[in-house]
């Protein structure tokens, strides 16, 4: 039987490095590929060496909705991940689904840091706040929703650039300039559904769907056929046919058209900077969403983007502790300020944009703190965010129904009509399956 | 009565076996592939088409029929079946009759026969996803090459919110995808048909078409009916991934085809008991068609 002395053997070595280690193995699923991967590496890496105790693994899962499948499916077979990163349209799902996550607070707490939400930008910390106050995910990287301006195209084409158009009317009427200038695509949209219905509402304080946009409860119902809405994609209907406002495809599709010049005028996100940045071979400019000069209210604020990080249930005490420790070293304000230079991401903390205002970067930057500006606002009970659940779905009914007005195929009213009546049903179900 | 060591053959062209327990054992490895692959996935999303559960499966509760009756209210589901009929058709009809085009074609080369062929069974080592988004990129408005010449032609190509456009870059990927599949079998199908016959014919004078038209084509029927099965479960069941990756069902809901559906449902907003009904569904629809096709298709075959 001399194997098995061997086996034993092996296992007793096993086992003795293992402990001489004694390090906590923390595993972080995230979505972050390019130049965003390279940057979730480095944080681990400088996590990693400033203590020994704790190692974080970053793995990347693929884009949002393919790593928030892989982690239902470790987690219905017994091995997710300590944190995952989730963005934010998966947000109400994850709050709804009991026992399946950790929320932030309770591991702050318990790992004996100190953590007040309200050292958040409002905007962010309410997005993930349940609806009993408790702040359920550490925010990570919030976007949000700007307009892109391409300079050269709007000089061109006799539109002042001193001062960025600001309302629909100012961005209807350098359409009609550039398209008169010959230009064969003055504006388009990317994500439509979240700048232009989302973002949309809460920069006018005008609700999406009833409750707060179902912040205050899952019995929230869409109300996006309200005349406002109505008005507004009957506007960009009007444009579409004109070839003033021209449909680039769903996602974020539209982002590649402006970055080639193609497109004059884009609404996208904040985050798009890093790319236009690189890619760009023209002037450009970043300006604050458009709005309704005769909507009381307006402009308010426009809502976040981008994803969170969660702490997922069923684990060990003491990776709980590394999960705190993690979390406490990505709330220093002088990392987070650090990140939001690199990537275009928002400061999410006020002493971050403060240390970041401070270092003079929104100077030699002009326009990086446009989406800032937009974020830090006190906002109200129908701007704080959007909370829905079966919220892929939804976003997809949106594309669906706004291409069918882009084509000219309804009318705004009918699509919104739509919206709201397919996009109930979803709400309706999602609270059947999720009621305690 | 033959008989062949293991096997005896009788009067009908049947074999017969004389052992027992040896043909169980043969089967035994399909059985277990079928049974693992197939049937328990198919009785698991049986199940799971009459349940509901929040996204992390803590929560699972029975609720009937709901699932399918959701469906029924949903107006755009009902739709998709419209879709899905236009274009498994496309899919099955164009996919067949190109490739019995080619294979004919290809089985009258001489010279350098081989690299035809490899050229055209090539397409099925591609992906379905990589596929779409060779299409995509070939349909693609401002960029592709295909758009560029419909441009010249006067064509104002825009899939994005041309219902009719888009439809037929999915038909096109998928075709193109299915083609060599279907060559392969019309190839072997053309060069099993004695020489002869096609020689005695043309003495008698018969043309080349005369000759396709009253020899190979009746000839190729058992291989023709094959296809068509095997392109209609195509159609229906492995193009998502297509779909997904040029139009993600648009314009609208235009090309979204009952699969894609299912795949969306399930894989992207997790929606795992909607989409184990819709499955259901498509497998019944599938399993009804092939009994259709093998009940009253197949009495047209000539074996």
Redesign the interface.
Same mark, same amino acid.
Request: charged share 30%; hydrophobic share 25%.
């Given at each position: 039987m001399n194997y098995k002395k061997t086996l034993a053997t092996f296992a007793v070595a096993a086992f003795a490095s293992f402990s001489a280690q004694a390090q906590t193995e923390i595993q972080w699923w995230h979505s972050m590929s390019g130049a965003l991967g390279e940057w979730v590496g480095d944080i681990a890496k400088d996590f990693n060496s400033k203590q020994k105790d704790y190692k974080v693994v970053p793995i990347f899962k693929g884009n949002y909705d393919e790593s928030m499948t892989a982690a239902v499916a470790a987690f219905r077979a017994g091995n997710a991940p300590h944190i995952l990163q989730v963005f934010e349209v998966g947000t109400a799902t994850m709050m709804a689904s009991k026992g399946v996550v950790v929320p932030v607070e309770k591991i702050m707490n318990d790992g004996g840091y100190k953590f007040d939400p309200k050292s958040y930008v409002p905007a962010v910390s309410g997005y993930y706040t349940s609806p009993n106050g408790q702040m359920m995910s550490f925010p990570f990287n919030s976007s949000t929703t700007v307009m892109w301006v391409n300079l050269d195209a709007l000089k061109a084409a006799g539109v002042s650039t001193d001062k960025l158009p600001q309302t629909w009317p100012e961005v209807t009427l350098a359409a009609a300039k550039l398209k008169a200038s010959g230009h064969k695509c003055p504006v388009t949209t990317a994500w439509q559904g979240w700048t232009q219905l989302e973002s949309f509402s809460t920069w006018h304080n005008t609700e999406l769907a009833t409750k707060g946009n179902g912040m205050r409860g899952m019995d929230a119902r869409l109300v996006v056929n309200s005349p406002l809405h109505v008005r507004h994609i009957e506007n960009l209907g009007n444009m579409a046919q004109q070839g003033l406002f021209v449909y680039k495809g769903r996602a974020g599709s539209a982002g590649a058209n402006f970055e080639s010049g193609e497109c004059a005028i884009s609404f996208n996100s904040s985050a798009a900077y890093a790319g236009v940045s690189k890619n760009a071979k023209f002037k450009f400019a970043v300006g604050t969403l458009p709005y309704y000069p005769d909507v009381a209210g307006a402009p308010q604020n426009t809502i976040i983007g981008g994803a969170s990080l969660w702490a997922m249930a069923g684990k060990k005490a003491e990776e709980y502790k590394g999960v705190a420790a993690f979390f406490n070293y990505l709330s220093d304000p002088a990392i987070q300020s650090a990140n939001h230079k690199r990537t275009g991401y928002l400061p999410v903390t006020m002493a971050s944009f403060k240390m970041t205002e401070e270092s003079g970067f929104y100077k030699q930057n002009p326009g990086t703190d446009v989406s800032v500006n937009q974020m830090i606002r006190k906002t109200t009970d129908k701007s704080r965010g959007i909370r829905l659940g079966n919220y892929v779905q939804i976003r997809t009914i949106e594309d669906e129904e706004l291409e069918q007005v882009w084509a000219g195929k309804k009318s705004a009213k009918e699509a919104l009509d739509s919206i709201v009546k397919r996009g109930n049903e979803l709400l309706e179900k999602f609270e059947k399956a999720n009621k305690s | 009565m033959l008989s062949l060591g293991l096997l005896i053959l009788n009067g009908d062209k049947k074999v017969i076996f004389k052992s027992s327990w040896l043909p169980w054992v043969l089967i035994a490895p399909q059985a277990f592939i079928i049974l693992v692959f197939f049937f328990w996935p198919a009785t698991q999303a049986l199940v799971q088409s009459f349940q509901?559960? *929040?996204?992390? %499966?803590?929560?699972v509760?029975w609720n009937g029929l709901e699932n399918f009756e #959701?469906l029924w209210? *949903?107006d755009?589901y009902l739709a998709s079946f419209k879709t899905t009929a236009v274009f498994s058709i496309l899919v099955a009809g164009l996919g067949i009759s190109l490739s019995l085009f080619l294979a004919f074609f290809a089985d009258r080369i001489t010279r350098g026969a081989w690299v035809y062929r490899t050229l055209l069974i090539l397409p099925y080592a591609v992906a379905p996803v990589v596929a779409g988004v060779l299409w995509l990129f070939l349909f693609s408005p #401002?960029v592709g090459l295909a758009s560029f010449m419909l441009e010249k032609l006067g064509v104002q190509w825009n899939a =994005? =919110?041309?219902?009719n456009h888009a439809m037929a870059l999915i038909v096109i990927a998928s075709v193109w995808k299915q083609i060599s599949y279907n060559f392969l079998f019309f190839l072997a199908g053309f060069q099993s048909i004695p020489k002869s016959l096609i020689e005695a014919a043309a003495i008698d004078g018969a043309s080349v078409w005369k000759r396709f038209w009253t020899i190979q084509l009746p000839l190729l029927t058992p291989t023709t009916f094959f296809l068509l099965v095997v392109n209609t479960v195509y159609a229906f069941f492995e193009t998502f991934g297509i779909v997904d990756a040029t139009t993600? %069902? %648009?314009?609208?809901?235009d090309t979204a085809i009952l699969v894609y559906k299912v795949y969306? *449902?399930g894989?992207?907003?997790? *929606?795992l008991g909607?989409s184990a009904a819709q499955s259901v569904i498509l497998m019944f629809i599938v399993i009804s068609l092939t009994v259709i096709q093998f009940k009253y298709v197949e009495r047209k075959v000539n074996y």
């Open positions: - | 509901q559960s *929040d996204v992390f %499966g803590t929560k509760e #959701s209210r *949903d755009t #401002s =994005l =919110l041309n219902s993600r %069902g %648009g314009p609208g809901k969306f *449902d894989f992207k907003a997790m *929606d909607g």
